[in-house]
Nanobody, 114 residues
């Protein structure tokens, strides 16, 4: 199982970015996919989840600003981030669980300047 994350970068406060996570080695459409983030000196936190049934959930801190959606034809989940704030600065990781084991993407850095 491999998760390949991409799309991070540097953006000004109020700007937008789209992260992507492409999976291989799993029957992608059957899996829930999450995005987590970790800022320096802080614990990794769950940002958003999209289930195999296309249901989505968000952390309170990003609800209304971020949108998670999936493309099962491309085995890819996207995280559309809008109205970005400096406190959104972190390394973002995609994640899934396969046969009881957690799998993580390599992380993509998002930096929001004030």
């Amino acid at each position: 199982v491999q998760l390949q994350a991409s799309g991070g970068g540097l953006v000004q406060s109020g700007g937008s970015l789209r992260l992507s996570c492409t999976a291989s080695g799993i029957m992608f459409s059957h899996y829930d996919i999450d995005w987590y983030r970790q800022a320096p000196g802080r614990q990794r936190e769950l940002v958003a989840t999209i289930t195999s049934s296309f249901n989505s959930n968000y952390a309170d801190s990003v609800n209304g600003r971020f949108q998670i959606f999936r493309d099962n034809y491309m085995d890819t989940v996207h995280l559309q981030m809008s109205l970005l704030k400096p406190e959104d600065t972190a390394t973002y990781y995609c994640h899934t669980v396969h046969r009881g084991q957690a799998f993580w993407g390599q992380g993509t850095q998002v930096t929001v300047s004030s």
